[in-house]
Each structure stands twice: as C-alpha cells, then as structure tokens.
C-alpha cells in the first residue's frame, strides 16, 4: 500500500468517525425530544400513520398489527439482509469485518435497551383495540439493524461502481420497507423509526470507522 493509499484511507475513516458523532448528536436530540412529548414528534407520527392509511387504506387489514403481514415481511426481510451480508464477507474470507458487524449488531441492541427505558416511550396503542404493548418503543431496533447492515455494505463495496449504486438501491428499499413494516406493524410510531436510523447510523459509522482503520483495502477499495 503506498503513501497516498494510505493517507486516503484514513481520511475516509476519519469521515466514519465524524459521521457516527454527528448520528448520535442528532439521536441525543430526538430522544430529547421524544422524552420531553414535544408536539412537533406527535404531528410528525400523526402525519405519518395518516398517510398509511391513505396509502394501504383501514388500519385493521390483514398486513397491520403485531403477527400482520407486514411484521412478518419486516422480520424477514430484516434477517435475509443480516444472513446476506454476514454470508457474503464469510464467502470472501472477512472474517474480521463479519465478526465486527456482529459486535456492531450486539451493541445497538444494548444502546437500544438502555435508551428504551430512559425515554419511556410507550408502544402505539394498537387501531383495533386489542391490548397495548407492556414495552417501550423507542427506538426500533429492527430499523437500527437494517440501517447498519446498509452502511456496512456500502462501506464494503468498491465506490462509484455500479455495484455500489445497486447496493445503495437494494439496501435502501429494504430499509425503507423495514422501516415501514414497523410502523404497520403497530409495533412503533414513526419517530421511533427515524431514531432506529440513527442509531443504526451511530454504530454503523463506528464499525465503518474501525475497518478503516485497521485495513483499509478491506473496505472495498481493492479493484474488483
């Protein structure tokens, strides 16, 4: 690897680095938010939870509510994603960059159960009636998974290629649709999934960071 190989791959991990400070400032703010009931988090999920229903019509269809369609889509696109990546670099023998998305995975989940009591936000109260969950919702962690397995992956693949761009297409819409499932699914309101992206962006970032730093030309920078 020569010098100016090198200098390039610490300021891309450098930029890993100041991307997960500014995706927890952000995640700070809105749990600040969230915990203090602002009206601007009520409109924003009032606002999104109608244009649902605009969209797929009455919220007490097949697809919606815990057990719906789209939790169980939401779940499964979810682990096909996690099971792809972590196949994928297994396949290609990184097996560092498969151990660090599944510390990554391990610690989102552990950011994620101790924000959900601090904020102590509670579950949606589901359209139909049925009983609400005893839990708390924010943030999703099905949509913080899905959004640092997209980070990884771009940050694996070789950038400005068309395998990139697919990449960033694919992922973006399983996210999306990830994202989406949750809120169907009666299992989060909507500012609960952005703060799930922002988690996910947090760690992801960090783990991008960490990559970088210990190898550069494992990130996707060789020529293939």
Do not use: I, Y
Not at 51 to 72: F, I, T, V, Y
Not at 172 to 190: Q, W
């Amino acid at each position: 690897m020569t010098g100016a190989e090198a200098s390039a791959g610490a300021v891309a991990a450098s930029r890993h680095l100041v991307a997960s400070a500014v995706s927890a400032v952000a995640l700070l703010v809105l749990a600040v938010q969230v915990t203090a009931r602002s009206d601007a988090v009520r409109t924003f999920d009032a606002d999104a939870r109608a244009w649902a229903d605009r969209s797929l019509g009455a919220p007490d269809g097949p697809w919606a509510g815990a057990g719906g369609w789209a939790d169980l889509a939401g779940s499964a696109l979810l682990a096909a994603g996690v099971l792809a990546v972590l196949g994928l670099l297994l396949w290609r023998r990184r097996l560092g960059a498969a151990l660090w998305v599944l510390a990554g995975l391990s610690v989102q989940f552990a950011a994620e159960m101790l924000l959900e009591p601090l904020v102590g936000r509670p579950a949606p109260v589901p359209a139909d009636g049925g009983p609400q969950d005893a839990g708390f919702s924010f943030p999703s962690g099905h949509m913080a998974s899905a959004t640092l397995v997209l980070v990884v992956v771009l940050v694996m693949v070789r950038g400005g290629t068309w395998r990139w761009w697919l990449s960033l297409g694919a992922g973006a819409l399983l996210v999306s649709a990830v994202g989406v499932s949750r809120v169907l699914a009666e299992a989060h309101h909507a500012v609960d999934v952005a703060g799930g992206c922002l988690l996910g962006l947090t760690v992801g970032c960090a783990v991008a960071w960490r990559l970088d730093a210990r190898d550069p030309n494992s990130c996707g920078k060789e020529a293939r």
